[in-house]
């Protein structure tokens, strides 16, 4: 099997897809976007779980990072 | 398509949000239908766009306001697609599945239906190139741009692609008419 054999068959497969504009003015929904604050990454979130169970374990090395910060 | 005036580019750079929003309204159904033909679904075309002019704003200071706002936007909403395809992947639901692709009247549906799950199982940066070049029939070196790599690079893809669908076929025993 060609290659312009293969494209006629997806051609044939793939409706084109008939969509001019969106169906909807998306601007509202991108000005929200842009004052969204970004969702925190799971890796910080993660990160303050854990640092807040260690002090919570070891209270003494709340004291002694606040000496080093 | 006109190209956006200098002043309203400099402008959107600076971030003012009047020249934005005509920026928005002046490109985002090109935009928009670039979209549509990657991703081949109305709804995920939305939200892409959407998406796609979020990271435009985010990344403005990056902007030449010398060079190509089509170009550029372009280029961003493919990366937006293909972040799209990729994550539909993961989600194990690809966009181009073959009830959402009906054959069209008087080709075998079964061959359909089968070469619509290849090119769902195709990885999505040869899902893009494949409908692009061998669906949409835009040029080689346009697809380079929006994608952001060599033409050689797309050649490549493109060549891939069609192999993989050419095997998937073969194997189940489909012949050209």
């Not at chain 2, 940066?125 to 690079?153: F, M, N, R, Y």
């Amino acid at each position: 099997m060609r290659e312009d054999e293969v494209q006629s068959l997806l051609r044939s497969t793939l409706l084109p897809v008939d969509a001019d504009v969106p169906a909807r003015d998306l601007w509202p929904q991108v000005l929200t976007r842009i004052e969204s604050r970004p969702a925190p990454h799971w890796i910080d979130i993660v990160l303050a779980v854990g640092v807040a169970t260690l002090f919570a374990l070891v209270p003494q090395w709340f004291f002694l990072l606040s000496y080093h910060l | 398509m006109g190209e956006a005036a200098g002043d309203l580019l400099r402008r959107f750079v600076d971030g003012d949000a009047a020249a934005f929003e005509a920026l928005f309204r002046e490109f985002s159904p090109e935009v928009y239908r670039w979209i549509v033909r990657i991703l081949r679904d109305r709804a995920a075309a939305e939200d892409a766009l959407v998406e796609a002019f979020w990271r435009a704003h985010r990344g403005r200071a990056r902007f030449d306001p010398s060079r190509s706002f089509s170009a550029w936007m372009r280029r961003i909403a493919t990366h937006v697609a293909f972040d799209h395809l990729k994550q539909a992947r993961r989600l194990g639901r690809p966009d181009a599945v073959d009830d959402r692709i009906p054959a069209r009247a008087g080709r075998d549906p079964d061959v359909s239906r089968l070469l619509a799950r290849a090119f769902a199982s195709l990885p999505p940066k040869l899902q893009i190139v494949a409908v692009l070049a061998l669906v949409e029939g835009q040029s080689h070196a346009e697809i380079a741009d929006a994608l952001g790599v060599p033409v050689g690079t797309v050649k490549s893809r493109v060549f891939r692609a069609t192999r993989a669908l050419r095997a998937e076929l073969t194997r189940a025993g489909v012949r050209p008419r």
